[in-house]
């Protein structure tokens, strides 16, 4: 497999507190009837929280490659698929903390008038977050909760009690206020809906995917996936929210971020292709293991129960 710029990263010090290693990565085989633009949103950026040492993307076959940064901060790979069968594969190493994200105390939200002008895009209704049809729903059952951490915890709340998680039931036209009106979906319409409520109180708030490995919880079963959630401007920071599953987690790698699943999407393609493969990693290893050479092997996963282990 050809590979396309392998960057592989080394610091002479990692910060301390990034005592887990993960793998994470993902494999695609597309069949494309044609050549066929492709723009890619798979490669790790270098994150409070997130310390990436190893990394490579590779295309099959490969063709002129263009990489650049969106509007968003995010690193995207522009790929031209040709006809017949095409792999991309991305594949890391992550350090992250073993402690349970969005600790210590969040400040207050900011008044719109002194939000940062590149904060104002995300309190408006876009693509799939159609807030302007929320704000009836959600001034009936919002207001009362005191502006910031408490509201969005309280959006979160009702969104993880009321809304079922249906897998393989997501769809590409279905927005925010779809789902509050049929009652189910999957991850990225948890993260549509509860966002949505949350920008009908001029709250900025961003549609984020990554890998969630299961690091001190139960591995439910479920194939691996990437997995989608948001994050709330508050106190003058980014703070993260997961209307799925409602708790803190440990290990949540970001990947990308944007005003919806439209900038967050892991593969855009212009042109007639066919899904052949599709396969996402992530999970704990132990240092020993910490090698790209290595074959992605669950029987190097130690995450997936209550249990967190950190290896000394």
Known sequence: MSAFAPSFTFAEEVPRQLDLILRCGCE???????????????KLRQRPGQF?????????????VREYEDSHGNIIHCHQLRAGVNHVRYDSLVR???????????????????????????????RYCD???????ANEHFTS????????????????????????SGSPVTTANDILQQGFGVC??????????????????RYVTGYLPEIGVTDPGAPNDFHAYFEVWLGGQWHVFDARFNQRRIGRVHIAQGTDAV?????????????????????QIRPHHAS?????????????????????
């Not at 990436?52 to 002129?64: D, I, K, N, R, Y």
């Open 145 to 168: 909760f005191p502006s910031g951490v408490e509201q969005v915890q309280a959006i979160c709340d009702w969104v993880h009690r009321n809304i079922e998680y249906r897998q393989f």
């Open 52 to 64: 990436v040492f190893a990394e490579q993307l590779t295309f099959h076959p490969l063709h002129a």
């Open 131 to 137: 807030s302007d049809r929320l704000y009836a729903f």
């Open 28 to 42: 695609f085989i597309y069949e494309s009837h044609g050549d066929a633009p492709i723009f890619l949103t798979l």
């Open 188 to 205: 990225r319409d948890f993260a549509h809906l509860a966002l949505a409520l949350c920008r009908c109180f001029n709250l900025p708030t």
């Open 292 to 312: 790209l050479e290595r074959p992605v092997n669950l029987a190097d996963r130690i995450c997936g129960t209550p249990q967190i282990i950190i290896p000394a």
């Open 263 to 283: 900038d967050g999407a892991f593969a855009t393609v212009f042109g007639a292709v066919q899904w052949r493969r599709f396969e996402v990693w992530g999970y």
């Open 96 to 126: 992250v903390s073993s402690e349970p994200e969005r600790t210590g105390p969040i400040g207050p939200p900011l008044r719109v008038e002194e939000l940062p002008v590149e904060l104002l895009r995300y309190t408006l209704p876009s």
